[in-house]
């Protein structure tokens, strides 16, 4: 079983513009490339989980959105880094949606497809609702970054974030998954036993 970490896409990796839909929009957060690839060398699988209501509300269609996609996976793999997968829902708030966050819907099935350890993932995203599929899916751990709407959640929602970790941003995020990270989490040799004479 692999862990993982599950990323909201708008405010959390990339900057939070209304109905983004050209891959010329895109524009990251600092320090995210690079974060993400400390993600993947230490053998997290990561995941983009993002909402589109913009499709379901006929502002821009799904074509669109797998360009910008494109856009982010072609920068990411110059630095070595892939996506084991994107999940998108594209549904307005007021449609039927298999996947629309909070569901923990793509959690499961990325759980069933590729094998992840959920009690070993966490959930990164800058919307009370993409902390809310973390705790859905039963994630180790949900973190709040304060970029995108981030700030204005953490000042609002009160009793909702006890006991949850608020970060500035994504390489925050990571330095905290690191720590958290138990010391031979993928393999270790055994500590020898002492031998005595005798």
């Given at each position: 079983m692999t862990p993982a970490?599950?990323?909201d896409r708008d405010g959390t990796l990339i900057e939070e513009k209304k109905y983004l839909h050209r891959p010329e929009?895109?524009?990251y957060f600092p320090g995210v490339i690079h974060a993400l690839k400390r993600l993947a060398e230490s053998g997290f699988a990561l995941f983009m989980?993002?909402?589109q209501s913009g499709v379901g509300r006929?502002?821009?269609?799904?074509?669109?959105?797998?360009a910008v996609h494109a856009?982010?996976?072609a920068d990411l793999a110059r630095e070595g880094?892939?996506?084991?997968?994107?999940?998108?829902?594209?549904?307005?708030?007021?449609?039927?949606?298999?996947?629309?966050?909070?569901s923990p819907q793509f959690l499961l099935d990325a759980q069933a497809r590729h094998r992840i350890a959920l009690d070993q993932s966490y959930m990164v995203g800058d919307k009370l609702i993409d902390l809310e599929c973390g705790w859905n899916a039963g994630v180790r751990e949900s973190i709040l970054v304060r970029t995108g709407y981030g700030h204005e959640v953490a000042s609002s929602a009160g009793e909702r974030l006890r006991n949850t970790r608020i970060v500035t941003d994504l390489p925050e995020a990571v330095e905290?998954?690191?720590?958290?990270?138990?010391?031979?989490a993928i393999s270790c040799n055994p500590v020898p036993k002492p031998r005595?004479?005798?």
């Open positions: 970490v599950f990323l929009q895109v524009a989980v993002t909402n006929g502002y821009f269609s799904m074509g669109d959105v797998d856009r982010i996976s880094v892939r996506f084991a997968e994107i999940y998108v829902a594209p549904e307005a708030p007021d449609q039927p949606s298999r996947g629309r966050k909070p905290h998954i690191m720590r958290g990270r138990k010391p031979c005595f004479p005798g």
